[in-house]
């Protein structure tokens, strides 16, 4: 498997800001996703981030309201924009090494309160 | 539309008791059924099965996929208060290796 880490693990941000959300992996990945759990949800595919090219984003989701970074291919970051309390959720980012190709692991998640 | 379907949706029991959960699932280009365990935030990696009718076995929990009737049922056996958690069915596609979540089954135990 692969050591995430995710950075914060939580916030508490005031409508309208903007708040930035990194993944880091400990060894170099395939794939790179980010997922959203709403409270008492399921999760739920934001995007694919994809190295050197732009994210591609699932129905329901844009680029504007949550534009996607990946420099390299230990790295992203997810910015949840101009939020809104309907964005308190928890962030999550997943992994496919390829080491273990098929198998997905999960950062420890960001958990966001939007007041 | 690609779905995935838990059963039951929660389920109590007692220590010691032995659980299934059931996922069914229809999705247009199958590559892959994993399960996971949902403790806190981080969902933990359990399984994944691709080949239908092979079992795959951790300690008291395994799992089994049948791919001509879509489902995959989880076992836990002699079920302890750590087990107590919610357990995600995702799905995998061929080309995208993107997941497809069920709603979780949220199981608890009582000592």
């Known amino acids: 498997s692969a050591v995430i880490s995710q950075k914060p693990s939580r916030d508490i941000c005031q409508r309208g800001t903007s708040l930035t959300i990194q993944c880091q992996v400990d060894s170099q990945v395939t794939m790179m996703f980010w997922y959203r759990q709403q409270p008492g949800q399921s999760l739920t595919l934001i995007a694919t981030?994809?190295?050197?090219?732009?994210?591609?984003?699932e129905s329901g989701f844009v680029i504007d309201k949550f534009p996607i970074s990946r420099p390299n291919l230990t790295f992203s970051t997810l910015t949840v924009s101009n939020m809104s309390p309907e964005d308190s959720s928890i962030y999550l980012c997943?992994?496919?090494?390829?080491?273990?190709?098929?198998?997905?692991?999960f950062g420890p998640g960001t958990r966001l309160t939007v007041l | 539309e690609d779905k995935v379907v838990q059963s039951p949706l929660s389920l109590v029991v007692h220590e010691g008791d032995t659980v299934t959960l059931n996922c069914s699932y229809e999705?247009?280009?199958?590559?892959?059924l994993l399960w996971y365990k949902q403790e806190k935030k981080a969902p933990t990696f359990l399984f994944m099965l691709?080949?239908?009718?092979i079992e795959k076995k951790s300690g008291r929990l395994s799992s089994i996929l049948d791919k001509k009737e879509l489902f995959s049922i989880l076992n836990i056996t002699a079920t302890q208060t750590g087990d107590s958690a919610i357990y995600l069915c995702?799905?995998?596609?061929?080309?995208?290796?993107?997941?497809?979540f069920g709603t979780g089954t949220r199981l608890t135990i009582i000592p």
């Open positions: 981030a994809n190295q050197g090219s732009e994210a591609t984003y």
């Open positions: 997943s992994v496919e090494p390829w080491t273990v190709p098929n198998e997905q692991f």
């Open positions: 999705v247009t280009n199958f590559r892959s």
């Open positions: 691709t080949s239908s009718g």
């Open positions: 995702a799905v995998s596609e061929g080309g995208n290796e993107k997941l497809t």
